[in-house]
């Protein structure tokens, strides 16, 4: 599905390093609310559209969602070497911020008022997931199925994996494959109805 040309593109290969640094180092519970508001919102490297396209690829891949986004991303724009730069990028500073929390954690993990702070993190990262979600709704109204058939099959996935706790790999591969089905149908429809005279 082609998508309009977001109006800018990573300048260099640093530019890629310092940018998924910083994003990552706000990433609090989980990086997808702040790729999307850098990556879409801020640096315009995306459009709305091509990141749910890509958010949903990464997603399929084995391994943390946020490092499969920028490895492609990277890949893009730089080759291998831009892969490479993003990767760095994104565990750089978190690393540095892991190791420092580790060795402060031994000392304060059975305090109650650091018990506390992680379980209100916790709810912060499901309110970020969860705005981003609905922002990113939007996009749906521009998929190939339409906004009614999309939303009823992210719906199913919602039901499927937060209420029945299916296993998500049963779950992409039922409801990703129909809907990959879904929109292929669609998509030669409509390019059918172009090529009518």
């Known amino acids: 599905m082609s998508h309009p040309s977001p109006p800018n593109t990573p300048r260099s290969r640093a530019d890629l390093f310092w940018s998924f640094n910083w994003l990552a180092l706000q990433g609090f519970g989980g990086v997808m609310a702040i790729i999307q508001r850098e990556l879409v919102d801020r640096k315009q490297w995306l459009t709305r559209e091509q990141f749910v396209e890509e958010w949903a690829v990464a ?7 946020a490092l499969n986004l920028s490895i492609a991303f990277g890949a893009r724009h730089f080759g291998l070497s831009g892969a490479l730069a ?47 979600g609905l922002r990113l709704a939007s996009a749906l109204g521009k998929h190939p199925l339409g906004w009614p058939l999309a939303a009823c ?7 499927a994996v937060a209420l029945l706790r299916w ?31």
């Open 167 to 197: 296993p998500l790999v049963w779950v992409l591969l039922v409801l990703g494959s129909l809907s990959c089905t879904l929109t292929y149908i669609r998509l030669g429809q409509q390019a059918a109805a172009k090529g009518r005279p």
């Open 59 to 65: 997603q399929t891949l084995p391994g943390p969602n």
């Open 86 to 132: 993003a990767l760095a990028g994104m565990l750089a500073g978190p690393l540095v911020v892991v190791l420092l929390v580790a060795l402060l954690y031994a000392d304060l993990a059975t305090h109650p008022v650091a018990q506390g702070a992680l379980r209100g993190m916790g709810a912060v990262a499901a309110g970020l997931v969860t705005a981003t």
């Open 153 to 159: 099959i992210a719906l199913l996935a919602f039901i």
